[in-house]
């Protein structure tokens, strides 16, 4: 038994969820809204205190010894970067590609759209450097800290940039010239300083750019919060925060850019988790919350992916395959004369729902309130100004009827056409992480979580064909839940770009084991060896496992069938040299302890569920 009690908790947009195991092994469920007043502190550091029993003053000091640890995932970075709220940051750039980043690659997310728009990426100053690096890393001009540069930096200083982003050209091949520069910049008193070939060892200088000035700008804010909660827990409690790949880390070790999907990962992670120990292996994941639902599809490995399009700005970091669609409890109903749509405007946690009493508008949420399908008895007096109120059905009813009078409709129709239309958004979205990858969802579950995700469960499935959907008794808090499933994990990575080779793989070989030798208790971690190989001249990398003593014959073949699953076809030509080793990757993983019994079943009303149901459809 463990000596202290443990915290799991998911801090999502709407609600911050906490699932609390005491020292005996129960488990406590809280869950409070995100947006506190200022005064009140973090609302995880609240639930924490309310179950614990403890006063609520921020400032009163946890008993040591009471808590043994606490997982968190986060939104918080994910929050800086959209209301750009980040740190002010200068980029150092190559002389002579000042406007790189604002250039970018000449993507167009509207192909056909008349007026571009483009996403504004976060505010920076930039600031050119000399010298300059070949793509195989020789030095063709050396690099200049001179007195020019000096005062540039120190102007920049005096005017509020306390954060710098580092990204030259080809630095994931040679990073001399940005260490050399970080060491520099250091001196001058930069407080927070981000190398990109340290921040994503992956090329492609603008989508490295972007995420390293990411990093620079949303990291102050992310160790601030983490900071305030350590402060809040006291220097013993061991924290660890969830990243977007999947596995957790100290806020030591964290880098801002992988916090990105932070809390739908924990959600991920819980439903594959919990199917598997309900005997299912092929699983799609549908976490309908209250500002988003996120939908992911998982058959064996984790699906993970490399680089995500956040806002229009393209972000380098490893996360798990998660699609995220505005389609939320909280998501806004709108009438334009023409046709209803949902979302994507959210009434988030305040106001909320037009039925928490705070003057909110007409949402998803309202509609199954209208439909029956929220018993408002079942729901504590916890909604209005004062936080004593239940639910109002009565104002519902009146804004629907006031919709319902300008669609032509009855308020039933106007409300299951809302609830048709999310539906339809959230279908649409499964289909092109699975049907459209050439997975067969008839033969997966639907697992289902997420405080509204039970509402529409079924529905969904029909309407995709899926004949099974899985309710886990802990399905409202999945995400938190999930936090506790999860290993603490590390992953390593280097660009390798040579041509795939017996020679190549020898010194492969040589690289990995110095990489595991640099970091502390990788004896002890279950390691998992990655090679991401492509096409030459083709820029889609697939992710092969690479055991030990591996030849390329065998890569090659192990290429050749994972090229086909995904594409549908097979790559031309069978000769090792058509391969290109494009990074190399470890990860390593620390399991976590097996958690002792099941959850207990949650109760609705007076007919507690047991166990997990499963719903044929």
């Not at 800086?80 to 406007?99: M, Q, V």
């Not at 801002?256 to 919990?274: C, E, M």
Request: aromatic share 4%.
């Amino acid at each position: 038994m463990p000596a202290g009690w443990r915290f799991w908790i998911d801090r999502g947009g709407t609600f911050t969820d906490v699932v609390a195991r005491s020292p005996a092994g129960e488990l406590r469920v809280e869950k409070v809204l995100s947006e506190q007043p200022e005064a009140a502190g973090d609302p995880a550091v609240r639930a924490i205190r309310r179950i614990l029993h403890l006063p609520q003053a921020p400032g009163a000091p946890i008993p040591a010894g009471l808590i043994e640890e606490v997982r968190l995932g986060t939104t918080v970075a994910t929050n800086a970067f959209l209301e750009r709220k980040g740190a002010p940051s200068l980029l150092l750039i190559n002389r002579g590609f000042a406007d790189l980043l604002e250039i970018g690659d000449q993507h167009r997310p509207e192909l056909f759209a008349l007026e571009i728009r483009r996403a504004q990426p976060l505010p920076y100053r930039v600031v050119e450097v000399a010298g300059r690096l070949a793509a195989n890393g020789d030095e063709l001009e050396p690099l200049r800290l001179d007195a020019p540069l000096r005062a540039l930096l120190l102007q920049a200083r005096a005017d509020g940039y306390t954060s710098v982003a580092v990204a030259l050209l080809h630095s994931t091949t040679n990073g001399s010239h940005e260490r050399a520069l970080g060491s520099w910049l250091e001196g001058l008193g930069f407080g927070q300083v981000a190398l990109s070939h340290q921040v994503s060892p992956l090329p492609r200088l603008v989508p490295r750019g972007h995420t390293t000035v990411l990093e620079a700008a949303v990291a102050p804010v992310l160790q601030a919060y983490l900071q305030q909660v350590q402060r809040a827990l006291g220097p013993a409690v061991p924290l660890r925060v969830m990243q977007s790949s999947g596995v957790l880390r100290a806020p030591a070790q964290l880098r801002a850019k992988d916090t990105i999907l932070s809390g739908p990962a924990g959600g991920l992670v819980g439903a594959v988790r919990t199917a598997a120990a309900a005997g299912f292996g092929r699983i799609v994941g549908f976490d309908m919350g209250g500002t988003s639902t996120d939908v992911c599809y998982c058959e064996g490995p984790w699906p993970r992916r490399e680089q995500v399009e956040l806002d229009g700005v393209p972000i380098q970091a490893p996360m798990l395959e998660i699609h995220t669609v505005a389609a939320g409890g909280g998501s806004q109903l709108h009438f334009d004369g023409l046709r209803l749509a949902v979302g994507p405007q959210s009434a988030g946690a305040v106001p909320g729902p037009a039925c928490y009493r705070r003057g909110g508008p007409l949402t998803l949420t309202d509609a199954n309130l209208l439909l029956g399908r929220l018993r408002p008895e079942q729901f504590p007096a916890v909604f209005g100004a004062t936080g004593d109120q239940p639910l109002d059905a009565a104002v519902v009813a009146a804004g629907f009827a006031q919709l319902a009078q300008s669609m032509g409709c009855t308020p039933e129709q106007a409300a299951e056409g809302a609830l048709a239309v999310a539906l339809e958004r959230m279908a649409e979205a499964i289909r092109r992480i699975s049907i459209q990858r050439g997975h067969d969802l008839r033969q997966a579950v639907l697992c289902s979580f997420g405080g509204a995700g039970g509402q529409h469960a079924c529905a969904l499935a029909e309407l995709l064909g899926m004949g099974q959907v899985l309710l886990h008794p802990l399905a409202g808090v999945l995400s938190a839940y999930g936090m506790g499933l999860a290993d603490e994990g590390l992953l390593l990575e280097e660009a390798v770009e040579q041509p795939l080779s017996a020679p190549v793989l020898e010194a492969l070989e040589r690289r990995a084991q110095a990489m595991l030798q640099r970091q502390a208790g990788a004896e002890t971690a279950r390691l998992e060896r990655l090679l991401q190989l492509r096409l030459a001249g083709r820029d889609q990398v697939l992710a092969l496992p690479w055991p030990e003593h591996a030849c390329c014959r065998d890569l090659q073949h192990a290429f050749g069938q994972a090229y086909g699953r995904r594409f549908g076809h097979l790559p031309g030509g069978d000769g090792a040299a058509q391969l290109v080793v494009d990074r190399l990757t470890l990860q390593l993983c620390w399991p976590a302890e097996p958690l002792a019994g099941a959850p207990p079943p949650p109760s609705v009303g007076d007919a507690p569920q047991e166990g997990i149901g499963r719903a044929h459809v």
